[in-house]
């Protein structure tokens, strides 16, 4: 079993699918352990983002993922971490597969709904970033 970190963003919690994406994760057989809801700071976005530092969205992106609550949740299930990323889709919901969760519900590449961790080691710091 291993562990990744999922986040619900502003842009679906905006349009009342929290429920949808944990329906959604639990029927992929996610085990949920743990999950807040809070309202980001822009130190705390930013610090999430930094290996985007740089980058033309990042200002944005951070005006964004502080926009609305955000609902952190810890996910274990056998490869979870590769796994969900291949559940969620592509960063760009224009080129992501159909079935994928950004293919569903995702606004365009900025307002993708979800947020998920690319590497094992990733997962832990992000996972420590929300919880104890
Ligand atoms: P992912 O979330 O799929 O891992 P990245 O780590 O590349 O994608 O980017 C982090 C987040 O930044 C994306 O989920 C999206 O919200 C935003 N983002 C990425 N690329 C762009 C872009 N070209 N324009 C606007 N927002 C972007
Ligand atoms: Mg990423």
Known sequence: MS???????PDAT???????V??????ARYKIVEMRMVRLTEEQARK???????KPFLDDLVKFMTSGPVVPM???KENAVLDLR???GATNPANADCGTIRYEIAVDIEKNSVHASDSDDNAKIEIESFFN
């Not at 905006?14 to 949808?20: A, D, F, Q, S, V």
């Not at 944990?22 to 029927?27: A, N, P, Q, V």
């Open 22 to 27: 944990i329906s959604r994760l639990e029927k």
């Open 74 to 76: 810890v996910l274990e």
């Open 14 to 20: 905006e349009r009342n699918l929290i429920g949808h």
């Open 3 to 9: 562990r990744t970190l999922l986040i619900v963003k």
């Open 86 to 88: 291949t559940c969620i």
């Open 48 to 54: 999430f983002y930094a290996v985007h530092e740089g």
